[in-house]
């Protein structure tokens, strides 16, 4: 995360994030460099469909999608660069199951505001552990991130 915070004071930049099933992984690891306070703008760990509303996801997004989607992740990423006046916008929602036999589902969306740009991702794996699982989404973050951030401002 190094990366992102250096990347992010170069270009005058910040990010907030809205996480769900990463329970604020994430906010944790950016908020883990010294001088992440100067990029960082805000974090949100919306596990319940009501806390996703309340920070402005749509309700019909959610009904018409589920909650497991990545329309959801889109609205998530969107609403939390909007409310924290943030640059970027990172939405993570999704499910990590217990069940080694199970396939787990996780929908990354970051918003670039400054662009009205959205950069997906769709995560499939199977269940490692909670830990190992939550580390691999942050892994794909951290290489989704430095890269919009290389490409949005050369």
Same mark, same amino acid.
């Given at each position: 995360?190094?990366?992102?915070?250096?990347?992010?004071?170069?270009?005058?930049?910040?990010?907030?994030?809205?996480?769900?099933?990463?329970?604020?992984? @994430?906010?944790?690891?950016?908020?883990?460099?010294?001088?992440?306070?100067?990029?960082?703008?805000?974090?949100?760990?919306?596990?319940?469909?009501?806390?996703?509303?309340?920070?402005?996801?749509?309700?019909? @997004? @959610?009904?018409?999608?589920?909650?497991?989607?990545?329309?959801?992740?889109?609205?998530?990423?969107?609403?939390?660069?909007?409310?924290?006046?943030?640059?970027?916008?990172?939405?993570?929602?999704?499910?990590?199951?217990?069940?080694?036999?199970?396939?787990?589902?996780?929908?990354?969306?970051?918003?670039?505001?400054?662009?009205?740009?959205?950069?997906?991702?769709?995560?499939?794996?199977?269940?490692?552990?909670?830990?190992?699982?939550?580390?691999?989404?942050?892994?794909?973050?951290?290489?989704?991130?430095?890269?919009?951030?290389?490409?949005?401002?050369?």
């Amino acid at each position: 995360m190094e990366e992102i915070v250096n990347l992010l004071k170069i270009n005058n930049k910040t990010v907030a994030t809205m996480e769900s099933c990463t329970g604020g992984k @994430i906010a944790n690891a950016i908020t883990d460099v010294e001088g992440a306070s100067n990029v960082f703008k805000f974090s949100a760990i919306t596990y319940s469909n009501e806390y996703k509303v309340k920070m402005g996801v749509r309700e019909d @997004i @959610i009904e018409k999608y589920t909650v497991y989607s990545m329309e959801t992740a889109k609205e998530m990423s969107k609403k939390i660069s909007l409310f924290a006046d943030s640059n970027y916008g990172i939405g993570i929602t999704g499910t990590l199951k217990k069940d080694k036999n199970e396939e787990n589902i996780v929908y990354v969306s970051l918003y670039d505001r400054d662009n009205d740009a959205h950069y997906n991702d769709v995560l499939k794996f199977f269940s490692e552990g909670r830990k190992k699982e939550k580390q691999f989404v942050l892994e794909k973050v951290e290489k989704l991130l430095i890269s919009v951030i290389k490409k949005t401002n050369l």
